[in-house]
């Protein structure tokens, strides 16, 4: 029998109803330490049909914030806060991974912890802009990390896996993409480092492969997601040979019994998420290589998901857009309704309006 978007799916432990997956979606409307806000937990059980659901990007530490009200993962009070939200998805016979983030050399003076400089692999300002107190601003120049301070972020990371577990997730996912600091370890236009952290692509993977190993040890086997962006730009990033690179990665990753490995690969034309120049696309060939579950994401719809489930291109379909405005978008694709418009101006920040307000079918 052919698999469709809407046929169970193993995943490690859990048993997922359908391919269909709601992917991490910062919305910065946390209280001023980091906890979610009661309409958190509606915004999470609203979507709790989705085989899996992703939270948005959850700080591991003071010094990973690069944004203004987005959550952290790293006190007890954060992990009671996320308690009452996984409860809420389990009553509603939901699945919840949390997404692990630092954000390294995108953050700001403004964000950190009596007003210290962000950190990074290496002292390489991105183009880009972060939301601070004062608004929106260039971020600071980064300091970069002396090797014997990369162990205590790889703890870090291991300590926010341990309250992640506390808080009742189903597992969580390891925020590798988007210009961030694991990301900006992986790519040589960000890691100019001369330690074992930096240079070849064996050494420039070594923080991923630790951080994602001390998850695992947290975890346990198919608990674990690992998100990556090979051909990503977003806050300045690019790489002299994305294939080369993150073929080796996906090998790697095949000694680690991660539960899936979620592949940002924009389709052609994505309106927002633009590739870097002169560089395939890369995931039929980390499909050959990588020998555990395949999430795909990137500007995917109901058709385009259905053949990549059935072409077996990816085994799970992750939605941001179409899941930020369409609470129940299972039912919607299953039943081909039409979708809501997103509003992208209450994307980022405010209250319950285009966040909890998006009309079921
Ligand atoms: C409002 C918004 C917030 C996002 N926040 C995150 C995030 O916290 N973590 C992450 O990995 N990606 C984040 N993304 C990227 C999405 O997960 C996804 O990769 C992107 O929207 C492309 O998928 P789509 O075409 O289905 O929307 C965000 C995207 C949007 C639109």
């Known amino acids: 029998m052919t698999d469709t978007l809407f046929s169970p799916y193993t995943l490690g432990a859990l048993n997922l109803p359908n391919r269909m997956v709601m992917a991490p979606m910062t919305r910065n409307r946390n209280d001023e330490n980091g906890i979610p806000k009661p309409m958190a937990t509606t915004h999470y059980v609203q979507r709790a049909t ?5 939270t948005e990007a959850t700080q591991v530490s003071d010094k990973a914030s690069g944004y203004m009200f987005t959550p952290g993962i790293y006190t007890e ?63 600071t120049m980064p ?75 947290v975890w346990g086997p198919g608990r674990v997601g690992f998100r990556i962006s090979p051909r990503g730009v ?28 979620h592949l940002i690969e924009p389709l052609p034309g994505h309106p927002t998420f633009k590739s870097q120049e002169g560089v395939e696309p890369v995931a039929a060939e980390l499909r050959k290589i990588f020998k555990g579950t395949l999430m795909i994401n990137g500007g995917y719809g109901r058709d385009t998901a259905e053949k990549a489930v059935a072409e077996k291109v990816s085994d799970l379909v992750a939605f941001g857009v179409p899941y930020l405005a369409n609470p129940d978008l299972v039912e919607r694709y299953r039943r081909n309704a ?24």
């Open 50 to 54: 989705a085989g899996l659901l992703i």
């Open 77 to 139: 009070d954060q992990a009671r806060g996320w308690q009452i939200v996984t409860d809420a998805v389990h009553e509603k016979g939901g699945r919840i991974f949390s997404q692990l983030w630092h954000t390294g050399r995108v953050s700001h003076t403004l964000l950190q912890p009596a007003g210290g400089d962000p950190i990074a692999p290496s002292a390489v300002k991105a183009e880009t802009m972060v939301f601070t107190p004062n608004g929106f601003e260039p971020p």
């Open 143 to 217: 300091r970069a990390l002396t090797t014997d301070e990369i162990p205590v972020i790889v703890e870090q990371f291991a300590h926010a896996a341990r309250l992640a577990k506390s808080a009742g997730f189903d597992g969580v996912e390891v925020h590798g993409a988007n210009g961030y600091l694991i990301e900006q370890f992986l790519k040589d236009g960000s890691n100019r480092r001369k330690d074992s952290y930096g240079g070849d692509i064996p050494n420039r993977m070594r923080f991923a492969l630790e951080v994602v190993a001390a998850t695992v040890e």
């Open 234 to 261: 977003f806050n300045d990033m690019h790489d002299s040979d994305p294939l080369a690179l993150y073929s080796q990665l996906a090998a790697a990753l095949n000694d680690i019994p991660l539960a899936y490995l």
């Open 338 to 361: 039409p979708l809501n418009e997103p509003d992208q101006d209450t994307f980022y920040g405010g209250d319950e309006k285009g966040y909890n307000d998006y009309p079921l079918l």
